[in-house]
């Protein structure tokens, strides 16, 4: 029975899965049934480019606002929450991989590397990625990583700008860069979670997304 279960969230699992479409949601996490849409390896092959290249260096190189800290961006275990409860006393566990984090004096900053058009509206896109890293290191499982304080979050964007020094064989793709912090808010991230669970825990499966093309291929095919 679903009333039985403890759900477990991934927080990159939030903006393009339960934002995009409940009942695609709602089948993953009740059903279990999963279609998997293949993720361009480029984006990860970009990924660890910058996180091999900013680990070890200074805050100051992702933006001057930020406390002067050493970024930390190889650490590349699965981070565990412990077992966590809404708003309405309902338990889940979180779990993930983060890019990294930045270690001030006093203080922890999670940071996050997107490959993506610079735009101050992706911070209302990964509020809620960001503040479940937060949540979760600040209350893990034994076994898991361990940040406290962490004081701040945010994600650091690289926009893609121009081509230059080629010659035939390679050459040089110049990106605009630009830091968002994001708020931490707890409270925030668990009445969303409660929103979450409200759907998948309802006796009603959710409508299909006319916007959604699993739920139109799927209304295709089952004519």
Same mark, same amino acid.
């Given at each position: 029975?679903?009333?039985?279960?403890?759900?477990?969230?991934?927080?990159?699992?939030?903006?393009?899965?339960?934002?995009?479409?409940?009942?695609?949601?709602?089948?993953?996490?009740?059903?279990?049934?999963?279609?998997?849409?293949?993720?361009?390896?480029?984006?990860? +092959? $970009? &990924?660890?480019?910058? /996180?091999?290249?900013?680990?070890?260096?200074?805050?100051?190189? #992702? =933006?001057?606002?930020?406390?002067?800290?050493?970024?930390?961006?190889?650490?590349?275990?699965?981070?565990?929450?412990?077992?966590?409860?809404?708003?309405?006393?309902?338990?889940?566990?979180?779990?993930?991989?983060?890019?990294?984090?930045?270690?001030?004096?006093?203080?922890?900053?999670?940071?996050?590397?997107?490959?993506?058009?610079?735009?101050?509206?992706?911070?209302?896109?990964?509020?809620?990625?960001?503040?479940?890293?937060?949540?979760?290191?600040?209350?893990?499982?034994?076994?898991?990583? +361990? $940040? &406290?304080?962490?004081? /701040?979050?945010?994600?650091?964007?690289?926009?893609?700008?121009? #081509? =230059?020094?080629?010659?035939?064989?390679?050459?040089?793709?110049?990106?605009?860069?630009?830091?968002?912090?994001?708020?931490?808010?707890?409270?925030?991230?668990?009445?969303?979670?409660?929103?979450?669970?409200?759907?998948?825990?309802?006796?009603?499966?959710?409508?299909?997304?006319?916007?959604?093309?699993?739920?139109?291929?799927?209304?295709?095919?089952?004519?």
């Amino acid at each position: 029975m679903v009333a039985n279960r403890i759900f477990n969230f991934s927080p990159s699992e939030f903006a393009f899965g339960f934002e995009n479409c409940q009942k695609c949601y709602y089948d993953k996490k009740v059903h279990g049934i999963d279609v998997k849409v293949p993720f361009p390896s480029i984006f990860s +092959k $970009l &990924d660890g480019l910058q /996180k091999k290249y900013y680990h070890t260096k200074s805050s100051k190189l #992702i =933006s001057e606002d930020l406390e002067e800290g050493e970024i930390v961006a190889n650490y590349n275990k699965m981070i565990y929450s412990e077992i966590l409860y809404d708003n309405e006393k309902r338990p889940f566990t979180m779990s993930g991989k983060i890019d990294g984090y930045i270690k001030h004096k006093k203080s922890f900053t999670v940071i996050d590397f997107k490959t993506t058009a610079i735009n101050e509206k992706k911070i209302d896109t990964y509020t809620t990625q960001l503040q479940s890293y937060a949540l979760m290191m600040q209350k893990p499982r034994k076994d898991s990583l +361990k $940040l &406290d304080p962490i004081e /701040k979050l945010g994600i650091f964007c690289f926009d893609p700008s121009s #081509i =230059s020094a080629t010659n035939g064989k390679d050459c040089s793709i110049n990106m605009n860069t630009k830091w968002f912090e994001i708020k931490r808010d707890d409270q925030n991230l668990i009445n969303y979670i409660s929103r979450i669970l409200e759907v998948l825990y309802s006796d009603e499966t959710p409508k299909e997304n006319p916007n959604c093309g699993i739920c139109n291929f799927r209304k295709r095919i089952t004519v």
